[in-house]
């Protein structure tokens, strides 16, 4: 090269003051993403206890009582029964001896998950704890674990004893 005609280089590239995105700003995408979970959770709260009952419901089980209605040509119709009179004149016996018409009721098994996933919100998760043994025996030597701070958390194989060095 000449001297003389040498490039200056900040016109070609490199860092150039109030360029990029600025300091704690998002992505587009991020930013859809926080808005797409705000209108979610905003949904999930205005219904929140539809979906309590709903999700209690699953817990307990449910019963039905189904009526199976036969006319007089023979056919036979099943309904299933939602008025409550009905269901409680059926449970205390007052509809037996019907004629052409025959109730039963059938019943949807707890669902755990949902009773789990209740019980959890309700009283919190329970401590779940990772044995740090191999065959009943504990594991010999020194485990070194860097932290966020820089420190390195030292854990030893005798219980109770870990230090920071």
Not at 15 to 37: F, Q, Y
Not at 86 to 99: F, N
Not at 123 to 150: A, E, M, R, Y
């Amino acid at each position: 090269m000449m001297a003389g005609k040498q490039k200056n280089k900040s016109v070609n590239g490199g860092a150039r003051p109030g360029a990029g995105r600025k300091k704690g700003g998002m992505n587009k995408n991020t930013l859809e993403k926080h808005k797409t979970e705000r209108e979610l959770r905003q949904r999930i709260m205005q219904n929140a206890q539809r979906i309590l009952d709903k999700q209690l419901h699953l817990a307990e089980g449910c019963s039905f009582l189904f009526c199976i209605t036969t006319t007089k040509q023979g056919k036979k119709n099943t309904e299933m029964i939602t008025d409550e009179q009905t269901i409680r004149d059926y449970l205390d016996g007052e509809l037996d001896g019907k004629e052409n018409e025959y109730y039963y009721i059938t019943s949807q098994k707890p669902d755990e998950r949902a009773l789990e996933n209740l019980l959890d919100r309700g009283f919190g998760k329970p401590n779940q704890s990772v044995d740090v043994t191999s065959d009943g025996q504990q594991i010999l030597g020194v485990v070194t674990i860097p932290t966020k701070n820089g420190d390195i958390l030292e854990a030893t194989s005798k219980a109770g004893e870990s230090s920071a060095v």
